[in-house]
């Protein structure tokens, strides 16, 4: 491109349509803070409940896990002890 290959001066716009213009921008920013804050206190909440949840989930956790481990021990302990049956 060169230099020598001029635009053209900007065209006005009516006050009407740049007015309309703003009015929308603006409208579409305090909808979306609007929207924003709204899913956010949802969010808020659904956090607080999955929190409760999982410590709940946690701790019957730890109560399979105890339970898995405690036969686990059991089991060995049977495989462990000799067998009553063994011919010498």
């Given at each position: 491109m060169s230099?020598?290959?001029a635009l053209p001066p900007p065209v006005n716009v009516a006050p009407l349509i740049r007015?309309?213009?703003?009015?929308?921008l603006t409208a579409g920013i305090l909808y979306g803070a609007y929207h924003h804050n709204r899913l956010s206190k949802k969010?808020?909440?659904n956090r607080?409940?999955?929190a409760e949840?999982?410590?709940i989930r946690d701790a019957q956790q730890a109560i399979e896990?105890?339970?898995?481990?405690e036969e686990e021990i059991r089991a060995l302990?049977?495989?462990?002890?000799?067998?009553?049956?063994?011919?010498a």
């Open positions: 230099s020598s290959a007015f309309g213009r703003w009015s929308l969010e808020a909440i607080k409940i999955e949840k999982k410590v896990k105890k339970k898995r481990y302990e049977e495989l462990s002890r000799p067998s009553k049956n063994v011919a």
